[in-house]
């Protein structure tokens, strides 16, 4: 049995976020942005002003 059809046996919520990919880092350039999102984006779900979060 897999992780979200065990969970759901016990409750009906979404555990993994719809629309999620993998992204290979290749640069610096990558992983300054990745930092940078990760740093800003506690904030912004408390703004409301994330993109990504429903």
Do not use: F
């Amino acid at each position: 049995m897999n992780t979200s059809k065990e969970i759901h046996h016990y409750c009906d919520i979404e555990v993994w976020q719809r629309g999620y990919y993998d992204h290979i880092i290749r640069n610096e350039k990558d992983l300054n942005d990745i930092w940078q999102y990760i740093a800003e984006n506690p904030r912004k779900w408390l703004l409301g002003k994330d993109e990504y979060y429903a």
